[in-house]
């Protein structure tokens, strides 16, 4: 009797779910029958190569196709043209992580029903949490004697010292992870103005608590996936004592609540305080996005997210810059060349003169991009249509930046390492490449796009003129890497010299 009734009632629900779906059978790829409860059309993903899974997927059914990623109908986009104009319109602007019991957990949601902070928000809220991000960015400034050139510069030392340490007991290093707490530092002085030694227990397990954030949010864990776009199975992990996004965040969410007790606002202040006047100058309007607790909770929304999108992306970046330096000793050395006489730290100001330093960090970018390989997904806000498809409003998108990075109808040789294409062979000087969007394009372009560029500029320049850097001894570099929210590489470990 309770099979039957098991079965009927499965029945009736996976009727219901198709009948909810079939709006988007139109489009290429899989299609509603095949699309499970909770997880979709996941299982076709059942690879740890999952990145290269979804370019076998884009080869058979084109450039846009539905692959539906949890319980929701989703398309990969893989075209540049397609996806710029995708980036571009307000109708594709939204995001769905208000819909995920975890994210609701994680990040908080105003009286409005808006998820708080900057990546995960939509319409009035991400307008004013963006704006309000990128006008403190800019006002502590990017020039030689501005502040946040300043901390990346003194955190760029210390780190030196550290390997410069290390090397008196070893010739080889391991950089897995090795970049985080320095990343993560840079962040945490950038809110409090606090300097802090990067070696100090709470510093590492800042870093640790981030990283964990990052391994329960990624795709690659079947569990991860169902406990992400399940409340049922959410709660169960919970109350199991099973990894889950909440469990992680919550050291995290704990010391942000702490730390912004701690303050008065102040215009001029850092970046809390500065964010606290805000909010007060906002007491008169109570509809403001940053009137009262309202206005605390996206605060606390939009430090989370700086601590997540602006530390672990940036430490995979310097792993890969320095294994695909290794590979290269050559390029190490032109690097060298055009670095020795620059005082250190260098600055955005000694961008235009030393072109090939840009160039490394640019090709590094193209060759493996944060997010593993995807870009975050938007959802699309209203009926509308597309390069001659139809996407109704709920449809999630999934921009596969990585197709894009490696079609060699943008890039002659794709899959190689070459800084040199990003050179003018007449001038010298270094050129830009619109198919680089490993920050987006459009309205949701990364706000902390210059922020990490002048991290990994100041940081490459600081290694480079101390080190060099080779496999280990007898070894070949392994550009083999792990799946998560972004691509990690499986080994970093590099036989390290001083010059």
């Known amino acids: 009797m309770w099979l039957q009734f098991f079965v009927f009632f499965a029945l009736v629900w996976y009727i219901q779910r198709w009948l909810q779906m079939k709006s988007w059978n139109h489009f290429k790829g899989f299609g509603s029958l095949t699309s499970l409860p909770i997880i979709g059309h996941s299982y076709k993903l059942n690879t740890p190569f999952i990145v290269e899974r979804v370019e076998e997927l884009c080869l058979r059914f084109g450039s846009i196709f539905r692959l539906d990623i949890g319980p929701f109908p989703t398309v990969i986009m893989s075209d540049f043209d397609e996806m710029r104009e995708m980036l571009r319109s307000d109708a594709f602007n939204g995001r769905h992580f208000h819909k995920l019991l975890p994210w609701r957990d994680v990040k908080g949601v105003d009286d409005y029903g808006n998820l708080a902070g900057v990546a995960s928000s939509s319409g009035a809220a991400w307008k004013e949490q963006r704006r309000f991000m990128q006008m403190q960015l800019g006002d502590l400034g990017l020039r030689k004697t501005d502040k946040l050139v300043t901390i990346i510069g003194e955190e760029a030392n210390k780190m030196t010292d550290i390997i410069e340490r290390s090397l008196n007991n070893q010739e080889v290093m391991d950089f897995s992870r090795f970049f985080l707490p320095i990343t993560n530092n840079i962040i945490w002085r950038l809110l409090t103005g606090k300097a802090t030694n990067i070696e100090d227990p709470e510093v590492k397990q800042l870093s640790l608590a981030v990283g964990k954030v990052f391994s329960t949010m990624t795709p690659s864990s079947k569990l991860n996936i169902v406990q992400m776009n399940s409340s049922f199975f959410y709660k169960m992990c919970k109350w199991v004592g099973a990894e889950n996004v909440i469990d992680a965040s919550t050291p995290i969410l704990n010391m942000i609540a702490e730390e912004t007790k701690a303050y008065h606002s102040d215009p001029k202040g850092n970046y809390i305080e500065r964010n606290l006047a805000e909010i007060q100058a906002q007491d008169g309007d109570s509809h403001h996005i940053s009137h009262g607790a309202r206005g605390m909770l996206h605060m606390r929304g939009t430090i989370f997210d700086l601590f997540l999108a602006g530390t672990d992306t940036t430490a995979t970046l310097l792993e890969w810059i320095l294994l695909y330096l290794a590979d290269r000793p050559d390029l190490q050395e032109k690097l060298y060349s055009e ?123 600081a290694l480079i003129k101390k080190f060099t850097f080779h496999p280990p001894q007898g070894g070949k570099i392994s550009f083999d890497y792990n799946t998560g929210l972004a691509l990690y590489p499986k080994y970093a470990k590099l036989q390290v010299s001083m010059r």
């Open 339 to 461: 670095l020795k006489d620059k005082e250190q730290p260098v600055t955005t100001e000694d961008k235009m003169d030393t072109p090939l330093t840009v160039a490394v960090i640019e090709e590094t970018l193209r060759m493996c991009p944060m997010g593993s390989g995807f870009g975050l997904p938007h959802m699309v806000t209203e009926d509308t249509h597309l390069a001659g498809h139809f996407f109704p409003k709920g449809t999630h998108i999934f921009p596969f930046v990585k197709l894009v990075h490696r079609n060699p109808k943008y890039f002659e040789e794709p899959d190689r390492f070459l800084p040199e294409r990003f050179i003018d062979k007449e001038t010298g000087e270094f050129k830009s490449n619109k198919y680089v969007v490993t920050f987006s394009a459009g309205k949701r372009r990364c706000p902390g796009e210059q922020l990490a560029r002048t991290e990994s500029y100041v940081f490459l320049a």
